[in-house]
Antibody, heavy 119, light 108 residues
Framework: QVQLQQWGAGLCKPSETLSLTCAVYGGSFSGYYWSWIRQSPGKGLEWIGEINYSGSTSYNPSLKSRVTISVDTSKNQFSLKVSSVTAADTAVYYC?????????????WGQGTLVTVSS | EIVLTQSPGTLSLSPGERATLSCRASQSVTSSYLAWYQQKPGQAPRLLIYGASNRATGIPDRFSGSGSGTDFTLTISRLEPEDFAVYYCQQYGSSPPTFGQGTKVQIK
């Protein structure tokens, strides 16, 4: 049974870069897309982007200019970077396995990481 | 992008009662590519339904999904104590995938 475990800094200063990593245990890593999703009181659940085993990415247009998702296939891990963060980027960030042909549904999810942007 | 509107915002019911949650899309959802999730406080969302009506692995049969086009419904036939939570719909028929704002099912 696949499990996702994520980690990263919980506090980030304005204008800096947020960085998170998610490790995948059990199951296939190469056969799926892997996504980042965030949840904030103001905007609810928001899909950030995705990556597959070969490094093909897709991003939410609303965040595309500031987001980079990368993959390390040797470790079955994928990572998120969001640059030039502001208070609006404060949220719980989740990693998830993504399934589907056009866009994706998400199952399972990581445990979540609260990232606060504050000086 | 497709906007999903869930109603009601809060549903107050007793254990054993039937819950009916609605999700309406701003435009037709391709091929009924709609999912439902359950989220409890402090936890990540959990997939319940995908493809509008397919239960995910391990999900009890008291949960059922229906609908097509722009109108979708999640039904919990008889509420168990562990079902009181927030429920989200999500469309994946077009990119970017988007979520509804949630319906909270609380104990009456």
């Amino acid at each position: 049974q696949v499990q996702l475990q994520q980690w990263g800094a919980g506090l980030c200063k304005p204008s800096e870069t947020l960085s998170l990593t998610c490790a995948v245990y059990g199951g296939s890593f190469s056969g799926y897309y892997w996504s980042w999703i965030r949840q904030s009181p103001g905007k609810g659940l928001e899909w950030i982007g995705e990556i597959n085993y070969s490094g093909s990415t897709s991003y939410n247009p609303s965040l595309k200019s500031r987001v980079t998702i990368s993959v390390d296939t040797s470790k079955n891990q994928f990572s998120l970077k969001v640059s030039s963060v502001t208070a609006a980027d404060t949220a719980v960030y989740y990693c998830a396995r993504a399934r589907g042909a056009v866009a994706r549904w998400f199952d399972p999810w990581g445990q979540g990481t609260l990232v606060t942007v504050s000086s | 992008e497709i906007v999903l509107t869930q109603s009601p915002g809060t549903l107050s019911l007793s254990p054993g009662e039937r819950a009916t949650l609605s999700c309406r899309a701003s435009q037709s959802v391709t091929s009924s590519y709609l999912a439902w999730y359950q989220q409890k406080p402090g936890q990540a969302p959990r997939l319940l339904i995908y493809g509008a009506s397919n239960r995910a692995t391990g999900i009890p049969d008291r949960f059922s999904g229906s609908g097509s086009g722009t109108d979708f419904t999640l039904t919990i036939s008889r509420l168990e104590p562990e079902d009181f939570a927030v429920y989200y719909c999500q469309q994946y028929g077009s990119s970017p995938p988007t979520f509804g704002q949630g319906t909270k099912v609380q104990i009456k």
